[in-house]
């Protein structure tokens, strides 16, 4: 298995971030971190099976991925706990 680049997934991760609750296409997200969309399709997949972001719809053979806030990022940012 290769090592991915942590300044890869660093990127991807922070636009998605803060473009959450938004989600993209891989197209999109490479066109947006200026990173191949072929690198952009293998750090999702690994991305998604870290449970770091999530595939939120399926249109046709495309998927759209958003980041997957954590309900401690809730709470530390500020927002209103569902369990308060």
Same mark, same amino acid.
């Given at each position: 298995?290769?090592?991915?680049?942590?300044?890869?997934?660093?990127?991807?991760?922070?636009?998605?971030?803060? *473009?959450?609750?938004?989600?993209?296409? &891989?197209?999109? $997200?490479?066109?947006?971190?200026?990173?191949?969309?072929?690198?952009?399709? %293998?750090?999702?997949?690994?991305?998604?099976?870290?449970? *770091?972001?999530?595939?939120?719809?399926? &249109?046709?053979? $495309?998927?759209?991925?958003?980041?997957?806030?954590?309900?401690?990022?809730? %709470?530390?940012?500020?927002?209103?706990?569902?369990?308060?």
């Amino acid at each position: 298995m290769a090592i991915l680049n942590p300044e890869i997934k660093k990127k991807i991760m922070s636009f998605l971030k803060e *473009k959450y609750p938004k989600d993209f296409n &891989i197209q999109e $997200i490479a066109d947006n971190t200026e990173i191949h969309r072929n690198t952009v399709s %293998t750090y999702l997949k690994v991305l998604v099976a870290e449970d *770091k972001l999530k595939v939120t719809r399926k &249109i046709g053979r $495309i998927r759209l991925y958003s980041y997957k806030q954590s309900s401690n990022e809730d %709470t530390f940012e500020g927002k209103e706990s569902k369990n308060v």
